[in-house]
């Protein structure tokens, strides 16, 4: 897989086209290389300008499934 480098300032169109192309996908979450979640729905990538941070937002879609996870990345630089 080619890397990209994409400015900061470039994050928000980058993160609103990237979500619209993969929203509701199933996904795994892998963090510090241990299993956090494993075929829950990626609803979003949100970049907090004000904190500097990026949130990670998988989980259920349904009312009666409604179990989330929000992972934030602090301060990326990439």
């Not at 192309?21 to 907090?48: I, K, N």
Request: proline share 5%; net charge positive.
């Amino acid at each position: 897989m080619k890397k990209e480098r994409i400015l900061k300032k470039d994050w928000p169109e980058f993160l609103k086209k990237f979500n619209a192309e993969h929203q509701f996908r199933p996904v795994c979450v892998l963090v510090g290389g241990h299993e956090v979640c494993r075929d829950m729905p990626f609803l979003g990538l949100v970049y907090e300008a004000k904190k500097k941070d990026v949130e990670v937002i998988v989980g259920g879609v349904d009312v009666e499934h409604t179990e989330h996870l929000v992972h934030t990345l602090r301060s990326p630089r990439a």
